[in-house]
């Protein structure tokens, strides 16, 4: 963790990568990600599927709609895996774009998102209940097995946003498995905002936008994981959350932001504390663009 | 406005603004503006006060205390109308630093904000009432002899953030002005973040940053304005505001931008919505610089 106490070190910590390390990647022209220079040079030598110059990696053009792309990326994969470059596959398939709002060029196997540099996007929800004593927070604590951050704490519910499914769709179906939380519930969730942020990991770029919902619970609900990423959840008192968010590194890395952008939207950090504006402009950096 | 209907449209409007056109405003170093070349030169006649050259305007270093700054800027502020750059003083008075959690070093007059691009603060009050048929916004008319856009609709409260007050207590004030909100009224209002822009006018550069706020209102409240800067509050149901914002100019120019927020906050505007990424980061522009 960064040596002093404090909210912004965790936006830093998201946003640690070096522009000079990495080279665009390109499908049809269109910048889609970014590739570190030694995996591009890797790539190189996959002249059948990918045309390698110094400054950008592109998707051989031959390969011209999203089935030949789709397919050309996991012939890669394979050779990756091969190569022990990626572990292996997560069996979870994450749409290739330039921008959100944009239909895919191509899809993509979660497990080689961050070494294509390719925007990933998820869905997070803060849980709260409002007690007369004040907001509370549902947390969840990580099961201890879990590949990313094992034991760390977590929102009520997260989840990657997979391809072919709406926003809604995928909220719903991630409060029914890490929450048991019925569609109703999750229903009156509330989008609120968004977050985005790339750092640099060993496979090359985490490029990540999370779209953070809001879901005001009834006093007496308790969640419940069903799909055993959770070990338990607590409700915690905001004060403590932000207080752990602030000097602990209890939280998962990105979870940290999204719940900054909780207390900033609450009113629990806040105007005049010192950090303010370089944490409201840190949480939102550009879209899609990974560094200004 | 712009030929086509939509919210991105409004960010776009407040972030016109050719970096190209502009020079750095230094005072000891520290960037703390920007000036239009025109007026660099301009300024390069008082050699007395700064020092210009091909790609900064740098108050003269003689000039080494805050008193001595102010004082300096002031001086150039007296030439500037007798010159017709600046029409007049504001007579409220803005710090000058590089980052609004900065000591100040010097004050200037609000009138040559603009002229000299030195980033100005203020503080936006979404006043809201939840009722049986859904949220609604309190929206006040501009008085039709307002400076700065007249006649066009704005927020419950707003003022900007003069040097030596609190952000509190500026909202305290402003709340009483503003709408007649006793302050225990005001303190109710909790801070919900930030947005910046920047954009060319004819004197130079606004580059704002608005402290944004909500207040819940319980739905007997009706607010009264006492400083004859408003003409008239409505109490308007939030699609009804979104429309507006949406469709048409109706709005003053920076309010949009106040309001978009609240709509994404609240979760009017939906994450599925095209513009939604682009809405959250172009609302949230880094600060403190003015362009990236």
């Known amino acids: 963790m960064s040596a002093q106490p404090g909210f912004l070190r965790h936006v ?14 390109t499908i049809a022209g269109a910048a889609v990600g970014r590739v570190r220079r030694e995996l591009a040079r890797r790539l190189a030598g996959f002249a059948d599927l990918f045309a390698v110059t110094p400054d950008a990696v592109a998707l051989q053009p031959g390969f011209d709609d999203f089935a030949a792309r789709s397919h050309a990326l996991d012939q890669a994969l394979d ?30 196997d979660r497990g080689a ?6 925007r990933a996007y998820g869905v997070h929800v803060n849980g709260f209940v409002r007690r007369p004593d004040g907001l509370h927070l549902w947390i969840g604590l990580r099961a201890r097995d879990k590949l990313v951050a094992p034991g760390k704490l977590d929102n009520l519910v997260a989840g990657g946003q997979p391809i072919g499914l709406g926003l809604t769709e995928n909220l719903i179906k991630e409060c029914a498995e890490e929450a048991d939380l019925p569609e109703a519930e999750a229903r009156r969730a ?29 006093p007496g609900f308790v969640p419940r994981n069903t799909d055993g990423e959770l070990e338990r959840f607590d409700l915690m008192p905001v004060a ?4 752990r968010v602030r000097a602990t590194d209890d939280f998962k890395f990105n979870v940290n932001l999204v719940i900054i952008d909780f207390l900033i939207r609450h009113g629990v950090i806040a105007p005049d504390h010192p950090e303010y504006l370089d944490l409201v402009s840190g949480l939102h950096r550009d879209h899609p663009a ?3």
Chains 1, 2 share one sequence.
């Open 12 to 25: 830093i910590d998201c946003n640690r990568a070096d522009p000079a390390d990495y080279v665009a990647f």
């Open 79 to 108: 050779r990756l895996i091969a190569g022990g470059l990626v572990p292996k596959r997560r069996k979870e398939l994450y749409p290739v774009a330039a921008r959100f709002a944009d239909p895919p060029l191509a899809r993509l």
């Open 113 to 118: 998102v961050a070494s294509f540099g390719v």
């Open 190 to 218: 509330h989008g609120a905002g968004a977050i985005s942020y790339a750092m640099a990991v060993p496979e090359g770029l985490r490029a990540d936008t999370l779209f953070v919902y809001d879901l005001e619970l009834a």
């Open 240 to 243: 403590e959350v932000a207080e």
């Open 290 to 292: 990974f560094w200004r």
